[in-house]
């Protein structure tokens, strides 16, 4: 059974990485809705620090939200942290991200991605959390080339290190579901994107060369394929599943293991579009927006990149009724908007 006990647990909802391009959506959506928020974040330098702080100006208006600065690998604070709160739902957001700076830093990743997640798993199993949800990656699916990318597919074969950690959360949150009755469920996400997104990823990577004059860099010679996700869509699906915390699977069977579900309280699903786009699509979407053209830079694919990702999402439709509804016009529309405000041109 669960360690400690839940009979005092904080109605907050503690999002990690709440300064984050997700983790910050996630929090506003849940205060919108009337929950109390705790938000950690270490605010490191990995991109702007200004944009995270930025986000956290918003959410700090909000009197029903409160702030920590953490880092997660710290673990007596992250201890005391859980302690003192007690939390009934945790949202874990918080990690190293980039799948191509864990060629460069490779450390860097094991501190946020495993020692972190740790931390997180200690306090749940400590202070009786009824729920934890977790980001996963649509990059765990790695070698995996049949499309689209199914929950009940093994990924057994990561192409990068960050792949590689967020497999081994859903491997770690697994072994507390089963040694500890903890639900958890992990949430592979597909290339999100949108307002206050990341200066790391292609929109906003693509957006900023395209206003500059700067070439873009298409690998695969433009011909990758990503299942854009607008961020939305992404934080409906999940505040969906909070109140839905798995239960285990009764007819789950050691004989033929389903890799997306447990006889243990533990649940996998994809969040995507389910609608892969081609890169070069995506660009001359921008370009219509910005009302500018890009120049365009045709390169090999790189190390730890895959060409094309796509979402199965049944699962998630089956069970919480979810669909996507934003298109990649109306997401990138959107995105540009803001992005026109956010650098004030």
Known sequence: MVSGTNESADASVLVTGAAGFIGFHVAQRLLQAGRRVVGIDNLNSYYDPALKQARLDILGNHPSFSFQKLDLADRPAISELFARHRFAVVIHLAAQAGVRYSL????????????GFMNVLEG??????HHLLFASSSSVYG?????????HDNVDHPVSLYAASKKAN??????????YRIPTTGLRFFTVYGPWGRPDMAMFIFAKAIIEGQPIKLFNNGQMRRDFTYVDDVTDALVRLIDRAPQGKATWSGAAPDPASSAAPWR????????????????????EELGRKAVKEFLPMQPGDVPATYADIDDL???????????????IRRFVAWYRSYRDF
Do not use: W
Request: charged share 20%; net charge negative; aromatic share 6%.
């Open 143 to 151: 070698a995996n080339t049949k499309l689209p990318f199914s929950v």
């Open 268 to 287: 996998i699903y994809n969040i995507g579009n389910n609608k892969p786009e081609e890169l070069t699509r995506v660009v001359a979407i921008l370009e």
């Open 170 to 179: 859903e491997l770690m949150a697994h072994a507390y579901s089963h040694l």
């Open 124 to 129: 749940c199993r400590h202070t009786g959390c």
């Open 104 to 115: 460069q830093n490779p450390h860097a990743y094991v501190d946020a991605n495993l020692a």
């Open 317 to 331: 439709a089956r069970d919480v009724g979810f669909r996507p509804a934003t298109s990649v016009e109306e997401g």
